[in-house]
């Protein structure tokens, strides 16, 4: 949210690089986390659930490419952003309904 804010607000180029680095941070620690799990849940089929993973993953970044340059042209940086922070968000429960039942999978897969 604070980057399109800077962009907004046309801030120093050191503020929006400083975010950079926690938004990169932040994105590599939960693509990091989510391939650990996936390939910790199915070990014999490590390749495909990466391929799968990585497409997914990609098919919705091009998604919102696209959508960020209609909201940026209808709300402004600083709102859009808001908007994608917001979604963000209300997402992040997710992180942890995937720490909770991680484990539970996991000792059901060695146990069979």
């Known amino acids: ?3 399109g804010w800077c962009l907004e607000k046309k ?3 050191a503020v929006p690089l ?3 680095f926690f938004t ?3 994105s590599i620690v939960m693509l990091n986390s989510t391939q650990t799990l ?6 014999s089929q490590g390749s ?3 391929a799968c993973n990585n497409f997914i993953r990609c098919s919705l970044a091009a998604v919102l490419v696209s959508v960020v340059d209609i909201a940026d042209k209808s709300l402004g940086p600083g709102w859009a952003f808001v908007l994608f922070g917001g979604l963000c968000v209300l ?3 997710l992180l942890y309904v995937v720490v909770r039942i ?3 999978c996991r000792q059901k897969r060695l146990a069979q």
Do not use: K, N, Q
Not at 38 to 43: I, N, R
């Open 1 to 3: 949210m604070g980057y």
């Open 11 to 13: 801030t120093s180029v």
């Open 18 to 20: 400083v975010l950079h």
């Open 24 to 26: 990169g941070y932040t």
């Open 38 to 43: 996936l390939v910790d849940l199915l070990p």
């Open 48 to 50: 495909s659930v990466t």
């Open 91 to 93: 997402v992040a429960p």
């Open 102 to 104: 991680g484990p539970r």
